[in-house]
């Protein structure tokens, strides 16, 4: 391993023969569409926009590579690239770097989209930005060669299993009361969190947007094509605040990393997050005239 690592180091070095300052700030901005912030912007225009039960399956699917990639890292353990050569940390991160998050997240995300959007250019679209995501890891240091290369392959498998198997794991979450969604949703939290003590955001956010889809689809069946271009854009608009003051408020009262209880309200922000995405919001935009409801005939859990 030790020699691939340090290949890996001479593949960087060789990409970094053409940095400049300008590239830098390039490569530093093209590489945060593989960041966490840009998932909490795209999923909800999907979900709240385009196609709810669409962005359902998108975002349990991707929340379930963020996990995948991020137990693997505390299994595998692996320095980056800068803690063996410091000189080519043109960007720093903490994590462990085996698999590229960036590179999974990417290749998941877009994958799924190209079977969304069935045409060439959404095939197009999930080679080329993993790609070019992967390549700015590379420049930047933090990622080596087989980082990437792992992170590719996992995301692009999990966007094939997603798109074969979500009809079929959708048509079994229908079959089920709402209770038994809920308790699934539960357990598969739990089980996360118990791999991963680590991280109590993922196992949260994927409780609260899985929980919340249930009801959605049970209850209120919002339908995220209808309305009007401006009336999307409203709802757009307010959903975010709701995400930023969730997200980001929240984060300013509760326990700070380290201290007690940080883990568990970590747990209950993300997850609250997730709700909001997946219940709160299309709630509120029915109440404000800005979305409709689907027919009950035509209501469907998507997973």
């Known amino acids: 391993m030790d020699g691939i690592l340090e290949w890996g180091v001479d593949v960087i070095q060789a990409i970094q023969t053409v940095a400049s300052p300008g590239l830098t700030v390039a490569m530093k901005l093209i590489t945060q569409a593989g960041s966490e912030y840009f998932y909490l912007l795209l999923l909800p225009v999907v979900f709240w926009c385009v196609d709810e039960r669409f962005g359902t399956r998108l975002g349990i699917v991707l929340l379930g590579s963020v996990f995948v990639n991020g137990w693997l890292k505390q299994v595998f353990a692996q320095p980056r690239p800068f803690d063996l050569d410091p000189s080519v940390g043109l960007s720093h991160e903490s994590s462990y770097g085996l698999p590229s998050g960036h590179a999974q997240g990417t290749s998941t995300l877009w994958g799924l989209l190209a079977a969304k959007i069935r045409k060439p250019?959404?095939?197009?679209?999930?080679?080329?930005i993993p790609l070019l995501v992967s390549f700015t890891r590379l420049y930047l240091g933090v990622h080596f060669p087989t980082d990437v290369a792992l992170g590719?392959?996992?995301?692009?498998?999990?966007?094939?299993?997603?798109?074969?198997l979500g009809d079929r794991v959708a048509a079994v979450l229908r079959s089920w009361h709402i209770r038994w969604r809920i308790v699934a949703a539960a357990v598969a939290a739990l089980a996360m969190n118990a791999l991963n003590p680590a991280d109590?955001?993922?196992?949260?956010?994927?409780?609260?947007?899985?929980?919340?889809?249930?009801?959605?689809?049970?209850?209120?069946?919002?339908?995220?094509s209808s309305g009007s271009l401006a009336q999307k854009a409203a709802r757009l608009g307010l959903g975010l605040v709701g995400v930023v003051v969730l997200y980001a408020g929240i984060k300013l009262v509760v326990p700070a990393e380290g201290e007690p209880q940080y883990a568990l309200f970590r747990f209950v922000r993300y997850g609250l997050v997730g709700a909001w995405v997946s219940y709160g919001a299309p709630w509120v935009f029915i109440k404000m005239g800005f979305a409709t409801g689907r027919p009950i005939?035509?209501?469907?859990?998507e997973g």
Do not use: C
């Open 121 to 128: 250019w959404g095939l197009t679209l999930a080679i080329v």
């Open 200 to 224: 109590s955001s993922i196992p949260g956010v994927f409780f609260g947007t899985a929980v919340g889809a249930a009801f959605l689809f049970e209850t209120l069946r919002f339908d995220a």
């Open 297 to 301: 005939a035509t209501a469907s859990v």
């Open 152 to 164: 590719l392959a996992l995301g692009w498998s999990l966007a094939v299993a997603g798109t074969l």
